[in-house]
């Protein structure tokens, strides 16, 4: 349906294959989060690996900091329709995490959880070859608390709020199970190039 | 689990009225109407001749309404490819397409009960709108206190409704935070939302508030959160939306 009087500002046609549908450029970082931003002291920091309830692995600050970093460029998409290209980060690939901890993904799913109490799921696959991390820097700087700092769960190839601000944990679980928005409403995966938005999106 | 939102449909602009010199309020009638809950939001997307589509998401300022239309908040961004053309070239009787109701994280319902504090600013004051109206339509005693922040006077949206509905003496009180122009009520506040502020609108309440929502630019939300937790507000209780960077 054409809405009349509406022509539009095109994505410039080289950055046209990198914008999922329904998506539009920002050069700006929006933040968006369900509540106020926690202050997460380092000292109080802590990152925790579990097998259904069972906790397997964890680090402190110090250690977690001393694990091997990978730096990412890459393009974000956030379900509120911006996108944003070009986005550096570095942080601890879930690969290399999971290698620290001596241990293989357990279980086909993948709940994260934040220090707000917020959670998603994801499906481990979406974790693992090098396609996800716990980011610690955001160009070049370390992470702000309204940007999800000290560490964030960043999976960008799914939409944004699949990437857990002020992660304190994963947890492997055998079922798929639903977190914060999942919850109300939005998408089991979230992946933007098959714009899965919401519950009953395809 | 919360529903999905409805299917594209289309949706015709029945009303449009200027709030602000830079927000204007539009009413649309969805073709099929939905259910609401004051706070949620809908998708509105604009589709060119050559099919080139522009989606945003607007909250939605009325109460849920036995007709089914949805008011929305739209303000002028000075780059901004769909405001512009709602300002510019949206006329009443033209269609667009919606998708809503969306979000299960930012409503409340009279039926939640209270004391309510909102606090928002500029357009970020839609969805609280919603909330307010819900309130005063069903007639609720629900304790509520709206800070609302903007430049000036001018610049309250829905500054006429609101000052009337205080004067329901109802329960609902209002504050609002100018940042450039003198106050001209002696319970409003000049400058930006500080602990001061935010101290003295919490005593207006008759007990701590069981529900907070904060609506706005994110810096604004950054700095009002902090304001209302540093003068005593359970940082738990409070439920933000956000917007721009």
């Not at chain 1, 509406?6 to 294959?17: K, L, Q, S």
């Not at chain 1, 879930?94 to 998603?120: C, K, N, Q, R």
């Not at chain 2, 629900?142 to 329901?168: Q, T």
């Not at chain 2, 109802?170 to 106050?183: C, K, Q, T, W």
Request: with cysteine; aromatic share 10%.
């Amino acid at each position: 349906m054409a809405t009349r009087g509406f022509i539009g500002r095109r994505t410039p046609e080289d950055h046209a294959a990198r914008t999922p549908p329904g998506q539009a450029l920002t050069t700006d970082f929006p933040v968006l989060s369900a509540g106020p931003t926690p202050r997460i002291k380092l000292e109080d920091w802590k990152f925790t690996l579990k097998v259904g309830p069972r906790p397997v692995f964890a680090w402190d600050w110090k250690t977690f900091d001393a694990l091997p970093k990978t730096a990412f460029t890459r393009d974000i998409h956030c379900v509120t329709t911006w996108s944003k290209l070009d986005t550096k980060w570095e942080g601890v690939t879930i690969d290399d995490l999971l290698a620290a901890a001596g241990m293989e993904a357990a279980t086909p799913f993948v709940l994260a959880h934040g220090f707000d109490g917020y959670s998603t799921n994801v499906p481990t696959a979406d974790l693992a070859g090098s396609k996800a991390m716990i980011a610690t820097t955001y160009d070049g700087k370390p992470l702000t608390p309204d940007h999800g700092g000290p560490a964030r769960l960043l999976v960008p190839h799914l939409y944004l709020w699949k990437s857990a601000k002020w992660v304190s944990g994963l947890q492997f679980t055998e079922v798929d199970t639903a977190g914060f928005w999942e919850l109300r409403g939005y998408h089991m995966v979230g992946d933007p190039w098959r714009e899965q938005r919401y519950h009953d999106d395809p | 689990m919360s529903a999905s939102p409805s299917p594209w449909e289309r949706a015709t602009i029945s009303a449009i009225s200027d709030l602000t010199p830079r927000v204007k309020s539009f009413t649309f009638a969805p073709e099929t109407p939905f259910r609401f809950r004051p706070g949620q939001h809908v998708d509105l997307r604009l589709t060119a001749p050559d099919g080139y589509q522009a989606r945003r998401s607007y909250s939605i300022a009325s109460a849920p309404s036995a007709d089914g239309t949805i008011e929305l908040a739209i303000e002028r961004l000075d780059d901004g490819e769909v405001s512009s053309f709602f300002h510019e070239a949206a006329e009443v009787g033209d269609a667009i397409e919606l998708r809503g109701p969306i979000g299960g994280h930012f409503v409340w319902d009279s039926d939640d009960g209270g004391p309510l504090l909102l606090i928002g600013a500029g357009s970020g004051v839609a969805p609280l709108m919603a909330m307010i109206r819900e309130r005063a339509g069903q007639g609720s005693a629900v304790p509520a206190l709206l800070v609302l922040a903007a430049r000036g006077w001018d610049n309250i949206l829905f500054r006429d409704e609101l000052l009337a509905l205080e004067a329901r003496t109802d329960g609902f009180e209002l504050v609002f935070a100018l940042s450039r122009e003198a106050v001209r009520r002696d319970r409003d506040h000049g400058g930006r939302i500080d602990q001061a502020l935010a101290a003295a609108a919490l005593a207006r309440l008759p007990s701590p508030p069981t529900f907070a929502f904060v609506c706005g630019s994110n810096a604004f939300v950054e700095a009002a959160t902090s304001a209302f937790i540093e003068a005593g507000l359970d940082s738990k209780i409070i439920r933000t939306e956000r917007y721009g960077g």
